[in-house]
């Protein structure tokens, strides 16, 4: 598998700008272990192996923060949600307005007559 920068990384270029933290630390470590090949610091064998580590570590760090970000975006809808339901509370303090902040701050369904 190549990426995008990995030529750049290759090359000991400069970081390409534009690129997520992962790929960040993804292009720095494949900087290094190519810097490292070329040196003889290292075998071919050896930096393929290294590479597919990163690899694994890479994708588990995208898809962690796909998750972060997935939480987020729930968490401020949910808050949105609830700030709606609380301002209609304060300003009828309803039996039917604390029925529905208590039914969105839980996630329940609206009840049904």
């Known amino acids: ?5 990995e030529q750049a990384a290759m090359r000991r270029e ?9 790929e960040q630390q993804l ?9 490292q090949m070329s040196i003889g610091l290292i075998d071919r ?3 393929k192996a290294e590479k597919k ?15 972060r970000d997935k939480c987020g975006d729930h ?6 949600s609830i700030e709606q339901a609380a301002n209609e509370y304060a300003k009828t303090k309803s039996p ?3 029925e529905r ?12 007559p």
Do not use: C
């Open 1 to 5: 598998m190549e990426f995008p920068f």
């Open 14 to 22: 400069e970081m390409p700008s534009g690129l997520s933290r992962e």
């Open 27 to 35: 292009f720095l470590s494949l900087r290094m272990l190519y810097y």
């Open 45 to 47: 064998e050896t930096g």
């Open 53 to 67: 580590k990163l690899v694994r570590v890479y994708n588990n760090a995208t898809q962690a923060s796909a998750f």
């Open 75 to 80: 968490a401020v809808k949910l808050w949105r």
């Open 96 to 98: 039917e307005a604390a």
């Open 101 to 112: 902040m208590y039914r969105t701050i839980y996630g329940m369904p609206e009840a049904t």
